[in-house]
């Protein structure tokens, strides 16, 4: 039977993993809900910016902590996996938190943490998170030592500053948001020089003008001069993401701040906990698959999916590459497409789309895409309305508009394969028959 805590209660943990679930009871204008971990040392803080686990950074170094990502149904579900038995001997507690985005938590209905053995599909502890107010950002709990053995406690501490300010409080270098360039100020000509006196050879003036301004940017965080690390150090955490509605679903990459490198679209679902009311995949075998229509600017079209191994390559056209088949959900990775935006000006259009190759519909799977680039917010689309029989689904459509590339929601279900996506999209391919066997 679940234990139910209190806030500042706590209460012996032993299984050697453990599931940490965010969970609330969604609806309209209900903000956003994002879970997280800090791998805090004895000091109460972080000893680097990768101790940090969220949305933007998925994975612990040492695997010990994992964002597993979310469970949208009649519950809203968020959830951290915590390896007990793989945690760094420095870790001496592990804080968990959550963070709402356009909102207060004020605005969440039933907000409750659950910690359950994943092995056994048994809740352990719930705690009810009530009464808050203005708070943005949320210490739910925490995992510690004690004793040579873990110990979980309700804590329910909120913060007014959202999750940069919960970051930095233990230690995470954040990065401060893009700010639109100031316009340069405009000086007043010197006045003319007196007529007092016989004119005068003109002096000059070899003071330096002022520069105009730059474009606001992040510096790094400030250091003593020392010298050169073997390891260079992280650049600081992104808090930053733009979801993709109806509402709002166009950006521009330019806008947002996002240049080059590589930006990571990650394709997930909802994970297998068979006959529990948790995080769970998909019960049976599904597999679903991320793809992507590329058309070039020299008129070079193809696509990039796991079947038939057209993989695609990051560094050579199409500047797409997927990274992998996931076939059966288990990989909490999802599968990822990698598109090379230093080769922006390459691309006329790409289209991401996900494919049902065998499995359930797309309302059952509940699928997320989020699209991670180097610099700049990460976008997240969700895959939330009704797909009906549909096998397909456009996400995005990818287009080159004047040398700016620009992202736009499609979330269109699509009744077929990927011959029909091409024919919605009219892309003009030669299709035959496939498998991946």
Known sequence: MVQQLGKGQNTPVTPAKVRAVLVWRPGPGTPGLDASALLLGASGRVASDADFVFYNQPAHPSGAVRHVGKDEGTWSRDALEIDLESMPASVDRVVLAASAHNGTFAGIRDLHLLVSDPGAEVDLVRFDIADATVETAMLA??????????????????????????????????????????????????????????????????????????????????????????????????????????????????????????????????????????????????????????????????????????????????????????????????????INLDHKSSFKRLLIFAFIYKGVTFDDAQAVVTLTPATGPELEIRLDETGGAARSCAIALVQNQGGDLTIQREVRYIKGNQEKVDQAYGWGLQWRAGTKD
């Open 141 to 338: 709990g925490e995992l510690y030592r004690r004793g040579g053995a873990w110990k979980f406690r309700a804590i329910g501490q909120g913060y007014s500053t959202g999750l940069e300010g919960l970051a930095t409080d233990f230690g995470i270098s954040v990065t401060a948001p893009p700010t639109p360039p100031a316009p340069p100020r405009v000086q007043a000509p010197p006045p003319p020089p007196p007529v007092q006196q016989p004119p005068a050879p003109p002096r000059l003036n070899v003071r330096k003008p002022e520069p105009a301004p730059r474009p606001a940017a992040t510096p790094p965080p400030v250091t003593r001069q020392s010298p050169a690390p073997s390891n260079p150090a992280r650049p600081p955490v992104r808090l930053s993401k733009v979801t993709l509605t109806k509402a709002s679903p166009m950006v521009s990459l330019s806008k947002e701040g996002i240049t080059g490198s590589r930006m990571r679209v990650n394709l997930n679902w909802v994970q297998a906990a068979p006959g529990r009311g948790m995080l769970k995949r998909l019960m049976g075998p599904t597999d679903l698959d991320l793809c992507c229509l590329w058309e070039l600017a020299d008129g070079r079209k193809g696509i990039v999916q796991a079947l038939g191994n057209s993989f695609g390559s990051a560094d050579s056209p199409p500047y797409v590459y997927l990274d992998g088949d996931d076939r059966t959900g288990a990989n909490a990775a999802g599968e990822n497409l990698f």
